[in-house]
């Protein structure tokens, strides 16, 4: 395996580059034992673009480390001849310049700590998604390479190099990028909202990555997904013995993100009880781990996100008023899908691109038909869906133009996004009278008045959910369900 990247390094000490080598990008290093994650993390990074040196021990890791020189190293802790720690610090102090990106299958933040302290760039806990690896990969490699230096400011006129995990050249993403640019320059917090699917988590990490802390860890917790009575040890840590099963000292994820950046995703889903500590949190920056008699102080960045509607959750009690007013000082909504024009193209060429290179199939576009569907699709899934589509269509067939036939046979469950410039039937229904709905379910009253609110304007789903206060997606499932 080593011989794939021979050409980028000696066997030995270093010679000089030409002028061409040199300005090349040094390539990543890979140290993972598992062939078949060596296989797909290696595919992943070489569909972005990047060079790939790959180990599958640590003497074997260390070997190609001196070879490469690499810039970036993604290292797995759990080596067959080596606890991967070691091996970090001894890349380290032959060039300390490096940024390691370790990768767990423990999800302990202890590991994390840990790695952090002993000079990693940021961690990753297995298993992750493709979009989090890049972002990660894009943050290290752009990284100055001196510990919690300042990074130039972003050039105003290169969104790509602002948030390239971003796609799209649509004014909405314009602006999103002009937010992020401008937000990440200051310390204020950042509270994204946006629909499953938008991409909330690259929204923060960008905010990170290109803010004075993106030397700095990069910590993301999502509060959804973590039962509630184990939420405050993961943010705050616990001390051993301090309830049944701490059985040593645990230092959280506010501990772990002490100079970077603690993202703090499904903010809405924390527990009230749990919302009252994190606001003293924010007031003091100080962390008191559960059972421990004194706090610290840490230097934390905090950004947030939702799927909901925060100031919603507050008029019905789920959120504190005085936390949401705490959090909410840099508002950065991102936009579902079906509002985002071509975009939706651009991605979907991108991702055809990408998975078919992948796949080792020829693909030579997107059907003018295709296209078309597409642009009028509601994607309620938003990018997340599309990657999901083109996936499909990739493997279940053999290359060529991307025609109607060759779509998921369930694509067509969603109804085309009324558009503008698309002919609308007239209204069929008008809002019904109070007396039309005594003696009626709450269920049908509800099928009643959104159907009719639809039909009221045109068809437009997107515009009927704004006059009900939901997320359009919850009208089209609402009417899938009807259908069933």
């Given amino acids: 395996m080593s011989s794939q990247l021979r050409e980028t390094g000696p066997d030995t000490a270093p010679r000089a580059a030409a002028p061409a080598e040199s300005a090349r990008p040094r390539p990543i290093l890979l140290i993972e034992d598992t062939p078949s994650l060596q296989m797909v993390y290696r595919s992943v990074l070489a569909s ?15 070997t190609r480390f001196r070879e490469v020189l690499p810039s970036v190293v993604l290292l797995d802790l ?17 060039r300390p310049e490096t940024n390691v990106i370790v990768i767990t299958a423990n999800g302990s933040i202890n590991k994390a700590v ?57 004014e909405t993403m314009a602006r999103i990028h002009a937010k992020i640019r401008s937000a990440a320059r200051s310390m ?42 184990l939420l405050e040890s993961e943010v705050f840590g616990h001390v051993k013995g301090s309830f049944t099963g701490a059985i040593a000292d645990k230092p959280g994820a506010a501990a772990a993100a002490d100079g970077g950046t603690l993202f703090l995703d499904e903010i809405c889903e924390m527990a009230p009880a749990l919302q009252t500590k994190l606001l003293r ?39 504190r008023e005085d936390l949401y007013y705490r959090l909410y000082v840099v508002p950065i909504h991102m936009p579902p899908l079906r509002e985002r024009g071509d975009d939706v193209i651009e991605i979907a060429e991108t991702a055809l691109a990408r998975f078919a290179a992948e796949e080792g199939r020829e693909f ?36 060529g133009l991307v025609t109607m036939r060759m779509l998921p046979d369930d694509f067509a469950a969603h109804p085309p996004v009324e558009d503008a410039d698309l ?15 005594i003696g009626r379910t709450l269920a049908e009253i509800e099928q009643i008045v959104i159907e009719a609110t639809i039909a009221r304007h045109g068809g437009s789903v997107p515009k009927a959910a704004r006059v009900l206060d939901v997320s359009p997606s919850t009208l089209y499932r609402k009417r899938e369900t009807w259908k069933s």
């Fill in 78 to 94: 759990m080596l067959p001849d080596r606890n991967g720690l070691d091996l970090m610090q001894d890349m380290l102090r032959l």
């Fill in 48 to 62: 972005a673009g990047h060079r790939v040196a790959v180990a599958g021990t640590a003497a074997e890791g260390l």
């Fill in 423 to 437: 002919p609308r039937p007239p209204p069929t229904a008008e809002m019904p009278v109070l007396d039309n709905l």
């Fill in 364 to 399: 030579i576009g997107l059907d003018p038909q295709v296209q078309a569907l597409f642009r009028h699709h509601p994607w309620p899934g938003n990018v997340r869906q599309v990657l999901n589509v083109i996936r499909n269509i990739v493997v279940l067939n053999d290359g």
């Fill in 188 to 229: 204020a917090t950042v509270f994204i909202t946006g629909e499953s699917g938008t991409g909330k988590e690259l929204c923060a990490l960008a905010v990170h990555s290109n803010s004075s802390r993106a030397t700095g860890p990069f910590i993301a917790l999502n509060c959804g997904a973590i039962p509630q009575d």
């Fill in 114 to 170: 840990e790695a952090m302290r002993a000079g990693a760039h940021e961690f990753l806990v297995k298993p992750f998604d493709e979009q989090r690896f890049l972002g990660a990969v894009e943050n290290a490699t752009l990284a100055r390479p001196t510990p919690r230096a300042r990074r130039p400011e972003p050039e105003p006129e290169g969104p790509a190099s602002l948030t390239g995990a971003f796609l799209g050249s649509s």
């Fill in 281 to 319: 949190f924010l007031q003091t920056s100080m962390v008191q781990p559960v059972g421990a008699t004194r706090p610290r102080k840490v230097n934390v960045r905090i950004v947030c996100a939702t799927n909901r509607d925060p100031l919603d959750a507050v008029r019905r009690g789920h959120f």
